[in-house]
T-cell receptor
């Protein structure tokens, strides 16, 4: 299993500002995933972050809005840029288990409210 | 039509009841099926994982997959208040690391 720490756990932000979410894993992992969980909606993958290369974004998500860094095998950041109330959501960092079994380990999430 | 449909609930049951949670899906290429449990203000955690059609049991939990009907279920026997959480179904295509999630069903087990 993997232990994932996310910061901040929650924040209230003003429209037009940007916020960076940090994700720290207790072991080295190749792929890290960033998800968004909006109220009443399914978990939606924003991007996959591989160390040493640019993140791969899913349809509907762009690098200018959600820049991601992956400086090493245990750490990643997601920035939500130029926020609007529609960005109010829970953002979750995730990693896969050893050997593909379909299991994902999640952090506790960062709950953002944009006013 | 979404790829994975799941009734968001909430589903409220008395302690000790048998709970049935369900998902339907449209893509017959899905091969791996999972159930995650998410407590309030926590991240999801994997409960059950199945590959083939049929039943898989783990303690009070039974996962059922019917590929011919594109239907999966999670049964909880002797439900406890500690089972109160949101349950998300998820499924992946063969060779993919990325699951497609349902919306989650909120379960409330009251004493």
């Amino acid at each position: 299993s993997a232990v994932i720490s996310q910061k901040p756990s929650r924040d209230i932000c003003q429209r037009g500002t940007s916020l960076t979410i940090q994700c720290q894993v207790d072991s080295q992992v190749t792929m890290m995933f960033w998800y968004r969980q909006q109220p009443g909606q399914s978990l939606t993958l924003i991007a996959t972050a591989n160390q040493g290369s640019e993140a791969t974004y899913e349809s509907g998500f762009v690098i200018d809005k959600f820049p991601i860094s992956r400086p090493n095998l245990t750490f990643s950041t997601l920035t939500v840029s130029n926020m609007s109330p529609e960005d109010s959501s829970i953002y979750l960092c995730s990693v896969g288990g050893q050997g593909w079994t379909g299991e994902l380990f999640f952090g506790e999430g960062s709950r953002l409210t944009v006013l | 039509q979404k790829e994975v449909e799941q009734d968001p609930g909430p589903l409220s049951v008395p302690e000790g009841a048998i709970v049935s949670l369900n998902c339907t899906y449209s893509n017959s290429a899905f091969q791996y099926f999972m159930w995650y449990r998410q407590y309030s203000r926590k991240g999801p955690e994997l409960l059950m994982y199945t590959y083939s059609s049929g039943n898989k049991e783990d303690g009070r939990f039974t996962a059922q997959v019917d590929k011919s009907s594109k239907y999966i279920s999670l049964f909880i026997r002797d439900s406890q208040p500690s089972d109160s959480a949101t349950y998300l179904c998820a499924m992946t295509l063969g060779g993919s690391y990325i699951p497609t999630f349902g919306r989650g069903t909120s379960l409330i087990v009251h004493p």
